[in-house]
């Protein structure tokens, strides 16, 4: 939190990358904190194709459809802010162009949201997402509700 307000006044954006998964089972506690600490405006959801299941091998637990994972972590910082979803980030590098471009276009139609993987194609599309809900709600710190 106070790496945040640090900088608040300096920065155009403010950008914090999430650890772990608010459903992992052993790094939820971290997430948390770092979600609440930050007290993100914007989320973006970061989703590795490849996974299926998220834990440490011993205790896994099945990964929720992206729209329903997308609202559990809007409705987890609700007390704290409101901070929408507003962008898809996608790790597609198990998938062919082909593949992962009608995936990525597959989980737009779902979340309704914009989607991309900013490795593999650029992050135009995810950066336009953030800098208009920006600029609609004068937010600027945008947070990753990361679970690969």
């Known amino acids: 939190e106070q790496l ?12 914090v990358e999430g650890q772990g ?12 904190g770092l979600m609440f600490g930050s007290a993100p405006d914007l989320l973006v959801l970061c989703h590795d ?4 299941l998220i834990g440490d091998g011993e205790f896994d637990v099945p990964i929720p459809d992206l729209p329903a ?12 802010k409101a901070a929408p979803c507003v962008a898809v980030a996608l790790n597609t590098r198990v998938l062919s162009s082909a593949q992962a471009q009608a995936h990525i276009h597959q989980v737009q139609a779902q979340t309704g949201l914009p989607t991309d ?25 945008a947070g990753t509700a990361t679970h690969t």
């Open 117 to 141: 993987d900013v490795v593999r194609f650029g992050g135009g599309k995810l950066w336009h997402a953030i800098n208009a809900a920006s600029h609609r709600t004068g937010k600027r710190l």
């Open 4 to 15: 945040v307000t640090s900088v608040a006044s300096d920065a155009a954006f403010i950008f």
């Open 69 to 80: 994972l997308a609202r559990l972590y809007e409705t987890t910082l609700a007390p704290i």
């Open 21 to 32: 998964s608010i459903i992992h089972p052993a790094f939820a506690a971290v997430t948390y």
């Open 49 to 52: 194709v490849e996974r299926k």
